[in-house]
C-alpha cells in the first residue's frame, strides 16, 4: 500500500474512532465492510487484501484472520441475539493464504441461547477458496 494511501485511511480510522458510530479504528484501517443478512442471520465483512495484512514472510497474518472472524460472529451476537456478547473462547483453523481480492468472512450461529451463543465463521476469498475457519463461544453481557 502506498503511504499516501495508509495515510488516507489512518486518517479516516482516527475520525471515525470518536464518531461515536461504533466503528472501531482497526476495522476502519482495514476498510472493513460489514453486511447484515436478517433472512439468513449471518453476518458478511469484507476486507480488501493489502500488505498491511501481512506477516513478515507474505502471508495474512493469522491474528488478523481471527480478528476478521471475531468481528463478524461478533456483529452477529449484537444483531441476532438478545443481548450484546463478548467472546469467551476462539478456535482458529487455517487452511490457506491469499496476496489479492479479498478476504470473506461469513457468520452464522451454531446455536443461540439465552447467554451464550455458538457461532462459525467461514474465511474465504471472493472467489470461494477457503482460507480459514473460526469457531467461537460468545457471552451475553446481561
Known amino acids: 500500500m502506498e503511504e499516501k494511501q495508509l495515510r488516507e485511511r489512518f486518517e479516516a480510522a482516527l475520525a471515525v474512532r470518536d464518531s461515536g458510530t461504533g466503528r472501531l479504528f482497526m476495522d476502519e484501517i482495514m476498510d472493513m465492510d460489514i453486511d447484515y443478512n436478517e433472512e439468513e442471520e449471518t453476518v458478511t465483512v469484507t476486507v480488501p487484501v493489502t500488505d498491511i495484512l501481512f506477516n513478515p514472510i507474505g502471508f495474512i497474518h493469522g491474528?488478523?484472520?481471527?480478528?476478521?472472524?471475531?468481528?463478524?460472529?461478533?456483529?452477529?451476537?449484537?444483531?441476532?441475539?438478545?443481548?450484546?456478547?463478548?467472546?469467551?473462547?476462539?478456535?482458529?483453523?487455517?487452511?490457506?493464504?491469499?496476496?489479492?481480492?479479498?478476504?470473506?468472512?461469513?457468520?452464522?450461529?451454531?446455536?443461540?441461547?439465552?447467554?451464550?451463543?455458538?457461532?462459525?465463521?467461514?474465511?474465504?476469498?471472493?472467489?470461494?477458496?477457503?482460507?480459514?475457519?473460526?469457531?467461537?463461544?460468545?457471552?451475553?453481557?446481561?
Do not use: W
Open 63 to 142: 491474528g488478523i484472520m481471527t480478528y476478521i472472524a471475531d468481528t463478524a460472529m461478533g456483529h452477529l451476537c449484537a444483531a441476532f441475539a438478545d443481548n450484546p456478547s463478548v467472546s469467551l473462547e476462539l478456535k482458529t483453523q487455517f487452511f490457506n493464504t491469499t496476496r489479492e481480492g479479498n478476504v470473506v468472512a461469513t457468520a452464522h450461529f451454531l446455536k443461540k441461547g439465552k447467554n451464550i451463543q455458538f457461532a462459525e465463521c467461514d474465511l474465504k476469498t471472493e472467489k470461494g477458496k477457503p482460507l480459514g475457519k473460526v469457531t467461537a463461544t460468545f457471552y451475553s453481557l446481561t
